[in-house]
């Protein structure tokens, strides 16, 4: 099982980027996916999540300029990012909370990163 993620860059403040992840391999079962981000210096914080019902949670520092969104047939999360500030300058992860078929329960799986830079 791999999670791969996509749709970083730079961009003006004010600026908007989507991001998408994918999970494949051999999935039985995915619950919650979402994203975090990691600031130069910072801890990672998480930044917004969607259960496989669709219900969406958001940090606060991102509610209402964030939306996430899934494809549960296809196994993807994209994290569309409107009115982009410094701040949101960050290399973003993917996680889905999972089942591949020779787990047991299930796990979070992560991908590997993708820079988004906002700056004029």
């Known amino acids: 099982v791999q999670l791969q993620a996509s749709g970083g860059g730079l961009v003006q403040p004010g600026g908007s980027l989507r991001l998408s992840c994918a999970a494949s391999?051999?999935?039985?079962?995915?619950?919650?996916m979402g994203w975090y981000r990691q600031a130069p210096g910072k801890q990672r914080e998480w930044v917004a999540s969607i259960s496989s019902g669709g219900s969406t949670n958001y940090a606060d520092s991102v509610k209402g300029r964030f939306t996430i969104s899934r494809d549960n047939a296809k196994n993807t999360v994209d994290l569309q990012m409107n009115s982009l500030k410094p701040m949101d300058t960050a290399v973003y992860y993917c996680?889905?909370?999972?089942?591949?078929?020779?787990?047991?329960?299930?796990?979070?799986?992560w991908g590997q990163g993708t820079q988004v830079t906002v700056s004029s």
């Open positions: 391999g051999s999935i039985f079962s995915i619950d919650v």
């Open positions: 996680y889905a909370d999972l089942r591949g078929y020779s787990d047991y329960a299930y796990y979070d799986y």
